[in-house]
């Protein structure tokens, strides 16, 4: 039922000394101090794996049961539920996070008209991406909570002893619709990433800045 997100993640590149133009220079600082402000949403990511996991074990189990089980049932049901309101909870974090580092990011914009013609160019492609990216991280962000939202009706109908197996079957119709969904604009989210991040490495090139990974 529930499977694993890849979240990419902004690559880290570290000036070494003074080189390129002073415009350059100051872009590179709004731009990596917005990877730095992004590291709180890329810690979310292990304990978020950690909850779908035990949220697909005790999935697992549940189906396993039968009717007459059900205050095994419902035990296991709050527990999931237990996890859904975990994630909500890193959702909100992830969000934050990435809101403060998209308001760093913009900074960068006022220095666009300073550029030589070739780092220009290529900055405002970059900028246009990344632009996108914070976009499509908020409908993900969106989708997610959606799909929490449905996975908590599937166990909240799981604990209702009047379950029929038609209700069931489209809930669980219904959760898996809405991860695709999630999944798709995963996707397009992770594309944009690596993107930005190869766009970035171009435009510190086409600035003279001597840069290296951390």
């Given amino acids: 039922m529930r499977r694993l997100l890849l979240i990419g993640f902004l690559l880290t590149l570290v000036l070494v000394g003074c080189s390129g133009e002073s415009t350059a220079n100051d872009m590179y600082d709004h731009l990596e101090e917005t990877v730095e402000l992004e590291r709180t949403f890329v810690e979310q990511q292990e304990p978020f794996t950690a909850l779908e996991e035990e949220e697909q074990e005790l999935y697992n189990q549940i189906i396993e049961l039968t009717a007459d089980e059900m205050d095994e049932i419902t035990s296991l049901s709050e527990q999931a539920i237990e996890t859904i309101e975990s994630r909500k909870e890193l959702l909100q974090t992830e969000l934050e996070s ?101 766009l970035k490495e171009d435009f510190y090139k086409a600035a003279d800045l001597n840069v290296v990974y951390e």
């Fill in 98 to 198: 990435m809101q403060e580092a998209e308001q760093e990011f913009s900074q960068v914009k006022e220095y666009i008209d300073e550029l030589d013609e070739e780092p220009k160019q290529i900055a405002e492609e970059m900028i246009q991406t990344m632009d996108q990216r914070y976009e499509v991280y908020q409908q993900l962000n969106d989708a997610y909570l959606a799909s929490l939202d449905q996975d908590k009706m599937l166990y909240e109908l799981f604990m209702d002893e009047e379950l029929t197996e038609e209700d069931l079957r489209d809930q669980i119709d219904t959760v898996n619709q809405s991860y695709d969904d999630v999944m798709e604009t995963n996707t397009e989210f992770n594309e944009l990433t690596d993107t930005y991040n190869q």
